[in-house]
């Protein structure tokens, strides 16, 4: 899949504010990922983008004075109250539709209200949405999501399917850390893969439109 992109001018604040140090990023259990963790890890695997993915930093973004760039290839990371989840308008293998998004989960909620304003703001032009949660695996616990939403967005860049992968949980943190300290980002480590045979609709877990007018 050609993956188009155009950096948002949310890229070079990203690099200039993004001044966490490295000690900061180190992970222990049970600790929950800010968006400064989240966004220098980002800010480190986007450095060599390669025009594979269009992402802006959704923590700066003041959607009444600046509207973010929006293509075929975009992806974010947001915080939907206590909890990450990946927000992406494609998905590897499932065709480009406009007014379609996907939502990858780790702890599945629809939350209707919170993306009904997030996507009023995000596209003031667009009269609806259709969301659409992918069926990826599911964290134990409550400390993970943000290490779910990295590897989904990893699984993307590398134009994989989140839905066909299921992670280590227990290593996550360790490997988190460890891309940190050596500033290259690589996928994070898998049990196997799903039956990426199945077909699409039972990758989709729920799907519902959201009316934004």
């Not at 379609?100 to 997030?118: A, E, G, N, P, T």
């Not at 045979?197 to 519902?208: E, L, M, Y």
């Amino acid at each position: 899949m050609s993956i188009e992109v155009s950096y948002s001018s949310t890229i070079a604040v990203q690099k200039e504010e993004n001044n966490i140090t490295l000690d900061e990023t180190q992970q222990t259990k049970n600790e929950w990922l800010s968006s400064r963790h989240i966004e220098r890890y980002l800010c480190i695997l986007m450095k060599d983008n390669n025009n594979k993915i269009n992402y802006f930093k959704t923590s700066i973004i003041d959607f009444n004075s600046f509207r973010p760039i929006i293509l075929k290839s975009t992806a974010f990371i947001y915080n939907v109250g206590k909890h990450w989840v990946l927000i992406s308008n494609f998905i590897p293998n499932h065709q480009y539709d406009s007014s379609v998004w996907f939502i990858c989960d780790s702890m599945y909620k629809v939350r209707r209200s919170i993306y009904q304003k997030l996507f009023k703001k995000l596209l003031p032009q667009q009269d609806s949405v259709i969301i659409k949660f992918m069926n990826v695996q599911q964290q134990r616990g409550s400390d993970d999501c943000g290490l779910f939403s990295l590897a989904y967005f990893i699984s993307l860049y590398n134009d994989e399917d989140p839905t066909d992968t299921l992670y280590i949980q227990d290593e996550m943190r360790q490997h988190f850390n460890l891309c940190n300290a050596n500033e290259n980002i690589v996928d994070f480590t898998q049990r196997e893969t799903k039956n990426n045979s199945r077909n699409s609709s039972a990758k989709i877990k729920n799907t519902f439109q959201l009316f934004l007018k």
